[in-house]
């Protein structure tokens, strides 16, 4: 027999929540496992804030890992999510929504017509769509082969899990059980930012690689910066041996800048450019909702018109498209630019508390996505992230927590900012770091 009264604490909901559902979560950074202490349950969340079932309220610079970049429950776009609804939850045909979003989002990525993205298909989560880029990738190479970065992200798929970032960091693992070997190996994991060791791995299997999959900028081990070039000589090296380059936006597509991280490197006078791209998290709103975007050629090798199979029931899901695309009419210039300030003011009022208390760090950005690093030297690929004194995000996380401000629960996350984070938000989590930064010191 079930319970139906919901419980007012954080202990009591994890300790039901335990009983029933692995480890009490349904994503495994949720559970507080490299902080320690009681996961957050949240009842609700509006504008910067959310509220667990005690009925506290933290400023949140998680924003559902992403998708929040207008803040939670914005009204332009929880009205374009009721209108939806009323009309019906799910049709299993297309819809007219899903074509004004993929308008939207390729009008998006035309800066300066260097855009070669033209055709986009709609999936429900970015491991779907790294997962279907990669088949594309195979299917019209028709190679197996795959290399992608060690602290690199692309969610949970078997092929992508080694050496990976996120959750798979924070547990320190190796990647995962489960996952034949005869699938691992297909998958050569690289240090990033390492070009000759991109060279030497293209040397020797060179005819085998069917694509390079990379973070556009490696946001899943804290933020690790591509180096000037180093996309384009992912492209240029990929491309010269007959492979794909695959950027993977999930995170930073739409985020940092109104075409992602690749519009941010365009504006600033780079000129590569991947053959597919992935989406996720902004693109749905905070709907389960992403995408996969690329050449016309390479798209229309997908079923129904090419041999590359993939399909979804909830694909394309009139609510989830509706929330996107209100996300992304809502998020104009004034959005990235107030993401922009805030993230900069978090960013280095938490490394000068961090220098006030004599705590050894490091501040990466990439565009308004940043993360702490506890060394002194800077990150340059995940060797140099494990090689922190991670021990120290523990006690800060707790003293941001104990203060009213949710911070991503690992130190391989990023912080997120929100349109929603005004003057009032920012004082509550500046007035919070000084006593993290000291708490981080002892
Ligand atoms: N790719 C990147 C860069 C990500 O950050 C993530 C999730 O954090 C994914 C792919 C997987 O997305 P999802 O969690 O929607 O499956």
């Known amino acids: 027999m079930?319970?139906?009264?919901i419980p007012t604490d954080n202990v009591e909901a994890a300790a039901r929540a335990r009983a029933v559902i692995p480890g009490g979560v349904n994503s495994p950074v949720r559970a507080f496992g490299s902080v320690g202490g009681t996961p957050l349950s949240i009842v609700g969340a509006h504008g910067a804030y959310v509220r667990d079932v005690s009925g506290r309220e933290y400023v949140d610079l998680v924003?559902?890992?992403?998708?929040?970049?207008?803040?939670?429950?914005?009204?332009?776009?929880v009205a374009a999510v009721q209108e939806a609804a009323a009309r019906g939850?799910?049709?299993?045909?297309?819809?007219?929504?899903?074509?004004?979003?993929?308008?939207?989002?390729?009008?998006?990525?035309?800066?300066?017509?260097?855009?070669?993205?033209?055709?986009?298909?709609?999936?429900?989560t970015g491991t779907e769509a790294t997962m279907?880029?990669?088949?594309?990738?195979?299917?019209?190479?028709?190679?197996?082969?795959?290399v992608k970065f060690s602290g690199h992200y692309h969610g949970h798929s078997d092929g992508?899990?080694?050496?990976?970032?996120?959750?798979v960091a924070t547990l320190g693992l190796p990647g995962s059980a489960g996952v034949p070997a005869d699938i691992a190996a297909l998958t050569l994991v690289l240090p990033y930012n390492d070009r000759a060791a991109i060279a030497e791995a293209?040397?020797?299997?060179?005819?085998?690689?069917?694509?390079?999959?990379?973070e556009a900028a490696g946001a899943n081990a804290g933020i690790l910066l591509p180096e000037d070039g180093f996309n384009a000589f992912l492209a240029e090296t990929a491309h010269a041996h007959g492979a794909l380059l695959i950027s993977d936006e999930v995170l930073t597509g739409f985020r940092v800048d109104p075409a992602g991280w690749w519009g941010l490197e365009h504006r600033a006078g780079a000129s590569w450019t991947p053959d597919l791209v992935t989406f996720g998290k902004v693109i749905g709103g905070g709907m389960p909702l992403a995408g996969i975007g690329g050449r016309r050629d390479l798209m229309e090798?997908?079923?129904?018109?090419?041999?590359?199979?993939?399909?979804?029931?909830?694909?394309?899901?009139?609510?989830?498209?509706?929330?996107?695309?209100?996300?992304?009419?809502?998020?104009?210039?004034?959005?990235?630019?107030?993401?922009?300030?805030?993230?900069?003011?978090?960013?280095?009022?938490?490394?000068?508390a961090l220098d006030a208390a004599g705590v050894a760090h490091v501040v990466t950005h990439a565009g308004s996505l940043f993360s702490i690093a506890f060394r002194d030297r800077p990150v340059r690929d995940y060797d140099d992230a494990r090689a922190q004194e991670g021990w120290r995000y523990r006690a800060f996380f707790h003293a941001m927590l104990d203060a009213g401000v949710s911070l991503p629960p690992s130190?391989?996350?990023?912080?997120f900012l929100t349109a929603a984070h005004d003057d009032e938000a920012l004082e509550k989590i500046l007035a919070a770091l000084p006593k993290a930064a000291a708490a981080a010191a002892s």
Do not use: K, M
Not at 107 to 123: F, K, N, P, Q, T
Not at 160 to 167: C, D, I, K, N, R
């Open 2 to 5: 079930s319970t139906t009264l």
């Open 63 to 77: 924003a559902s890992w992403g998708p929040a970049l207008l803040g939670h429950a914005h009204p332009g776009v």
């Open 89 to 124: 939850l799910s049709f299993g045909a297309s819809t007219p929504g899903e074509t004004l979003l993929a308008e939207e989002v390729i009008g998006r990525l035309r800066v300066a017509d260097a855009s070669e993205i033209e055709r986009l298909r709609l999936v429900s």
């Open 132 to 146: 279907t880029a990669i088949r594309i990738a195979r299917g019209a190479t028709q190679r197996d082969l795959i």
């Open 160 to 167: 992508l899990l080694a050496e990976s970032g996120s959750g």
């Open 202 to 214: 293209f040397a020797l299997h060179g005819d085998r690689i069917a694509a390079v999959i990379t």
């Open 301 to 352: 090798l997908l079923a129904p018109l090419g041999p590359v199979y993939q399909a979804g029931t909830l694909s394309g899901n009139p609510l989830a498209v509706a929330a996107g695309l209100a996300t992304l009419r809502l998020a104009d210039d004034a959005v990235y630019a107030h993401v922009d300030r805030a993230a900069a003011a978090v960013s280095r009022a938490a490394g000068e």
């Open 411 to 415: 130190v391989f996350e990023a912080w």
